[in-house]
């Protein structure tokens, strides 16, 4: 009987063809703005989970900010990582560093032997980043660029964080306070730079010893972000620059294996407070999770919003299932007469309101995930905050798991069915002698 | 020897509420009929026939008395249950024919059918042979607006006809056909009561059509006022 009602809706939707079009377009827009942010949204979940994945799960972010380990200062580095991600940032904290407690206060570059000198601390780095004015022989004019201080090792310890690291002129820093750089593909592009070449940072002169391989390989936030637009120094001479040598933008600290990533966190917050830095120490884990959460909350809120359009097509197929019942009251009261039970008039309209659902899923499901490529691109671009890296690979890429799709082709005809529920069941409770009398 | 009584009917009534006003279109009917008859319903219009003829085959409930069918009072069944009883027992043929547009001749002869949960592809056979058997053979893929007005109630008949049923309900079969499709109708009417011994029940302002007839009920306010029958098989 399912494969009777089915004919036969497909022969009566297809005997009023723009009707069904119009209802089918009213239910495609809401499916597709639902399938279009939920599929953005696992991408960018997605993305972050591998971002954190490359970086290691078994790593600790230090972030500069209160030191009292309580859960405020894992919010506040939350919101920090949160920042960074959504403005592209590489520092985002601003004001939010808490006045110093203590009286001494020691480097960085302290602190940081002392945490690779714990016992259940495999390797750890730190980067500093300032705004830098930089000028060069082979360029006219000021540049204004991020720098980049980095602590010795960085790029071997922890080449997650740097995706599509590799060095394809020249070498890497030797010693932690050299006066050298390291230049992304774009920035000695820009400078005119080549290795050997003197590039002044503020009024210091750098020489330039090696030069990144341009990269395509990007991410939404989580990992250090556009290379091509790097400017790498050693992070003391950084420091010797713009002093506050206990100044920190982002510290990556890896277990050993076995470790409790928690405890570890812990020892580094200590390591860093006696130092007078003070820090929140959060592991990957911890922080992807809190990120996942958020974008699961900023999505559920989106689809919500979404589910408004979709409400929207719901009535509209309610309102053509009505205009069909009534359209055909006297096909109704014919059915009856030769023998027709209620559910068998429930079952024939249900279906057609149900095949209009699905038709609109179908549709919008197509055309979600049209919708959510383009976006992609778009926020992709923005997550960057570089125009010219639009060919990000690992950027965010819509993701269409089977139950996503599965989800919007059954939500869509349950849809349908449940806005025809009460025209059907009008149709169904009709009395064949009034049926029939209808015009 | 007497055939059995089919349908019984007594003291039914129907009354139409219009607003306020409540219009009695059945008063008080009582009347026998015995299977395999061939029975005309007349009286002039209002008096009540369609109404009657509803509630005879199950598409209508009363408002008093009751209808039973081989001794089983149908006026008190279940929607489903009457549904089923149309399904299995009865026929209708109407004036409008009443052929559902969108479908060809022989997608509305199967409709019956799909009802019954009958296999598609037994249906199709069955109303192929049903068609062919009212001299639609070659017509089963036309739509009703294509075919001239006898050949629409010859499929309604048709369609009436391919469940098997008991007795027929013609509710003024010929009304909307010119004289010659008319006789054609009667014709084939009286040869099924005949040959294949199904009740036939038909309503008619034609004299010359309730002559097809070997009984006739005469309606007049909602009352029979003459009946040429008993329910006893017998009539002219
Ligand atoms: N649905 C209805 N609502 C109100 N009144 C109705 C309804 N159906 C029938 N009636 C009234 O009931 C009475 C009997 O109607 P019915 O259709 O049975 O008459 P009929 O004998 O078949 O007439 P005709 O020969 O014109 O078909 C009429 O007065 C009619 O107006
Ligand atoms: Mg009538």
């Given amino acids: ?439 | 020897m007497t055939p059995d009584t089919l349908i019984e009917v007594s003291g039914l009534a129907r009354d139409y509420r219009l607003g306020r006003s409540t219009v009695p279109a059945l008063r008080g009917v009582d009347l026998r009929i015995a299977e395999g008859e061939f029975v005309a319903i007349m009286g002039p219009s209002g008096s009540g026939k369609s109404t009657l003829l509803h509630l005879l085959g199950g598409l209508d409930v009363p408002d008093g008395g009751h209808v039973a069918y081989r001794g089983l009072a149908i006026s008190r069944q279940s929607r489903d249950a009457l549904a089923e009883f149309r399904s299995r027992k009865v026929g209708f043929v109407f004036q409008m024919f009443n052929l559902i547009p969108t479908l060809t001749a022989l997608g509305n002869v199967e409709l019956p059918l799909a009802y019954q949960g009958v296999p598609r592809r037994d249906r199709h056979r069955r109303a192929r042979e049903m068609l062919d058997s009212v001299g639609l053979a070659d017509r089963g893929h036309h739509r009703p607006t294509e075919l001239s007005g006898g050949e629409q109630q010859r499929v309604a008949i048709a369609r009436a006809l391919v469940t098997g049923p008991e007795v027929l309900l013609c509710d003024e079969p010929t009304g909307n056909l010119d004289s010659a499709s008319g006789q054609q109708i009667m014709g084939l009417l009286a040869e099924l009561n005949r040959e294949r011994r199904i009740t036939v029940i038909l309503v008619t302002h034609e004299p010359e059509i309730a002559a097809f007839a070997r009984r006739c009920v005469l309606m007049r306010d909602g009352q029979v006022v003459s009946d040429t029958g008993d329910g006893h098989g017998g009539g002219r």
């Avoid at chain 1, 399912?2 to 009213?26: E, F, K």
């Avoid at chain 1, 990144?212 to 637009?229: D, K, Q």
């Avoid at chain 1, 809120?301 to 509209?316: D, E, F, Q, S």
């Avoid at chain 1, 014919?334 to 149900?354: N, P, Q, T, Y």
Wanted: hydrophobic share 50%; with cysteine; aromatic share 6%.
């Fill in chain 1, 1 to 439: 009987m399912i494969w009777d009602h089915l004919l036969w809706s497909v022969h009566n939707l297809r005997t009023r063809p723009a009707r069904a079009g119009l209802t089918v377009l009213g239910v495609v827009v809401g499916v597709a703005a639902v399938v279009a942010l939920v599929s953005i949204g696992q991408g960018l979940q997605r993305s972050v989970h591998e971002e954190f994945r490359a970086i290691g799960y078994n790593t600790v972010v230090v972030t500069p900010g209160l030191a009292s380990g309580d859960a405020g200062s894992d919010a506040l580095a939350l919101e920090a990582l949160v920042g960074r991600f959504i403005q592209a940032q590489p520092e985002a904290t601003g004001g939010r560093a808490a006045p110093f407690r203590e009286a001494v206060r020691r480097p960085v570059s302290s602190a940081l032997d002392e945490v690779r000198a714990l016992p259940e601390v495999a390797r750890a780095g730190v980067i500093r980043t300032e705004i830098a004015f930089v000028t060069s022989a082979g360029m006219a004019g000021l540049g204004v660029l991020h720098v980049t201080g980095v602590s010795s090792g960085i790029f071997e310890d922890f080449p997650g964080y740097f995706p599509g690291f590799a060095v394809a002129e020249g070498r890497c820093f030797r010693s932690p306070d050299e006066l050298s750089l390291v230049l992304g593909a774009d920035v000695a592009r820009d400078l005119g730079a080549s290795v050997g070449s003197v590039v002044r940072v503020e009024d210091q002169e750098f020489t330039v010893v090696g030069i990144l391989a341009r990269t395509t390989t990007g991410g939404v936030g989580v990992t250090f972000g556009n290379l091509n637009l790097a400017l790498f120094a050693p992070i003391e001479t950084v420091a010797l620059l713009y002093g506050n040598p206990d100044r920190i933008s982002l510290g990556l600290v890896e277990a050993r294996p076995g470790e409790d990533v928690n405890g570890v966190a812990a020892a580094v917050r200590t390591v860093f407070a006696r130092s007078g830095i003070p820090v929140t120490a959060v592991s990957t884990k911890e922080l992807s999770a809190r990120i996942t959460a958020v974008l699961g909350d900023l999505q559920t809120t989106l689809a919500a919003i979404a589910a408004v359009a979709l409400l929207a097509g719901g009535i509209g197929v309610m309102n053509t299932m009505y205009t069909s019942v009534l359209e055909r009251t006297r096909h109704i009261g014919i059915m009856k007469a030769v023998g027709a039970k209620d559910r068998h008039v429930l079952g024939l309209f249900l279906v057609e309101s149900g095949l209009l659902g699905l038709l609109g899923g179908a549709i919008g499901t197509l055309a979600g995930a049209v919708m959510s490529g383009v976006a992609a691109a778009g926020v992709g671009r923005t997550l960057q905050g570089a125009s010219e890296l639009t060919s990000l690979a690992g950027g965010i890429l819509p993701r269409f798991e089977p139950w996503l799709i599965l989800a919007a082709l059954g939500g869509s005809a349950l849809l349908g069915a449940v806005a025809g529920a009460l025209p059907a069941l009008r149709a169904a409770r009709l009395r064949p002698v009034e049926a029939l009398r209808h015009a």
